[in-house]
């Protein structure tokens, strides 16, 4: 036992030994107290669209939240279809090695277990855990890693794939009443709040017919856009 925490905590292993103690801290934190940290790389994949963004704070209105960034998911489908311009060498990477379409966490996590048990193993049986050599392994672990946390974490892409941003079954919101967390109009994207099943989910929304609707008015959900990204809403009155 002792030799396995020398090993763990020796010069070479010890940066991935405590970034995994953290992730584990993280993800007790998460299922302890409830709260969705989670994030999803964007990939700008937007900058060719219509939709018109508030500079400073990505919707209008200045009500996003820290949830509704860092629940955004993109998929390889809009990435590949929706761009004008080539993708940069790291979007490439993070679509290829399954940081995009997955929950990043979850991706970052399997990775970072995975980079961390081959460089332990490794130098453990080559006993370089506290040499250059092993600085080497450490950094060459980081390709065979990610190889292997592509193959592992490909099987969950279905399963995430039919699940919402909290990881329940999808909850049919069509029809559904809310209230408008910015004003929007045109195609101009905002978020709205939506009561269901006595909980409160954030969404994008866009006018159903350009017309303007402001802070805080009562919304009535129409139907989902296409791509499934926002929902389409017009002004509703008690």
Known sequence: MNDLIEIAFSPVNMVLTILMILLILYWLFTMISGIDLDMDIDVDIDIDTDVDIDADTGIEGGNLDFEDIANTEV?????????RRPLKWWQILLIYFNFVGLPF???????????WMCTTITTSLTSTYDNSLGYIIFLAAIVPSLILTKIFTTPFKGFFKNLNKDGDAPIDLIGRKGTLQSTISGDKLGSAEVIAESNPLSIYVKSLNGEQINYHQKILIIKQSEDKNYYLVQSYND
Do not use: A, S
């Open 105 to 115: 966490m979850f991706t970052f996590t399997c990775w970072i277990f995975i980079w």
């Open 75 to 83: 998929n390889k489908e809009d990435v590949v279809g929706k761009r």
